[in-house]
């Protein structure tokens, strides 16, 4: 009976993932390295959950209860109570793998553990650990509070009892599960980052200004933010990560980051965490 789920990184969307949970009743312990991280990431909790109140789609008991099942926490030690982990950190495999080698020590063998990244092999991450049959890719979409898909991912020795797991917990949260495979970027992924890029190519070779690329592909393609928007919401150097891992793992230049895409991150322009990025924020 899975009632307790930890959360690793408490970023952009560790954050989310521990609302989502938190609002759907279970108990969350949120782990990132320092107490400010937490206490932003709870701060962003409390807004999101404002907003729903003031919305009416979440009562002011409701908001109060899920405020109250987020526990947080600058040590893994207490994730041995937790009976699902899903791992939010950076997207860098080194540290993630670090990560999934001290998850695999310290939670209970038999604990489901889901990474959310965008586009690190999960079979990688299960072969740091123990348990490869119970290491999965949960890859949620942001913002994780009102975004119904999650990518549900199956590494190589995922087991098929992992999967139905993790996709029940999907349906839990009332979000739908759809079944990828392991290779790099997964489905959203493979398909989002090379129009981002192209994109991000356009503003370099000056074929539109941002708002007008944003634009064509809003009111051409009935997309409900363009390329740019999206990609400073992600957050640029998420994007390039992601580009990185493209690249490497199909050796295609069609997924070379764009030098622009580079040099904004190299500048700390980083999109709406940042407070720049092609929009000012
Ligand atoms: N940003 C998006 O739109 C998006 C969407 C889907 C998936 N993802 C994936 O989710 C993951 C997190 O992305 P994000 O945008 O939230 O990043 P972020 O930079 O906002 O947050 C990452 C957090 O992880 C923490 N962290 C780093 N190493 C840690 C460790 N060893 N232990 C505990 N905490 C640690 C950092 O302090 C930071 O708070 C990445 O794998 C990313 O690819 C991001």
């Known amino acids: 009976m899975i009632t307790t789920i930890g959360v690793v990184g408490a970023g952009t969307m560790g954050g989310g993932i521990a609302q989502a949970f938190a609002q759907a009743g279970f108990a969350v312990r949120l782990v990132d390295v320092a107490e400010p991280l937490l206490d932003r990431a709870r701060r962003g909790v409390e807004k999101s959950l404002d907003t729903f109140v003031n919305k009416g789609k979440v009562s002011a008991v409701e908001r109060d209860a899920a405020l109250g099942r987020l526990a947080t926490s600058t040590t893994l030690d207490r994730l041995v109570e937790a009976d699902y982990i899903v791992e939010a950190i950076i997207e860098n495999v080194d540290a993630k793998r670090a990560l999934f080698m001290s998850l695999d020590a310290i939670a209970r063998p038999e604990i489901i553990l889901a990474s959310n990244t965008s586009s690190i092999s999960i079979t990688l991450l299960g072969a740091a650990t123990k348990r490869p049959d119970r290491v999965l890719g949960m890859h949620f979409m942001n913002p994780v509070p009102l975004m119904t898909l999650v990518e549900m991912i199956r590494g190589q020795a995922t087991s098929d009892e992992s999967m139905r797991i993790g ?7 009332g979000k739908t599960p759809v079944e990828a495979a392991d290779f790099p970027g997964f489905i959203a992924n493979r398909i989002l980052m090379p129009m981002i890029n192209e994109a991000i190519y356009a503003v370099m ?11 064509v592909m809003k009111l051409g393609m009935n997309h409900p933010m363009g390329p740019l928007t999206l990609a400073d919401f992600i957050g640029l150097d998420v994007c390039l990560a992601i580009l990185e891992v ?7 230049p069609k997924y070379r980051a764009c030098p622009l895409l580079r040099r904004m991150v190299a500048a700390g322009r980083l999109g709406r965490k940042s407070g720049q990025g092609f929009y000012t924020y």
């Open 205 to 215: 070779e000056g074929v539109g200004t941002p708002e007008a690329i944003d634009t």
């Open 167 to 173: 996709s029940e917990l999907c349906r839990r949260l």
């Open 246 to 252: 493209l690249h490497e793992g199909f050796g295609d």
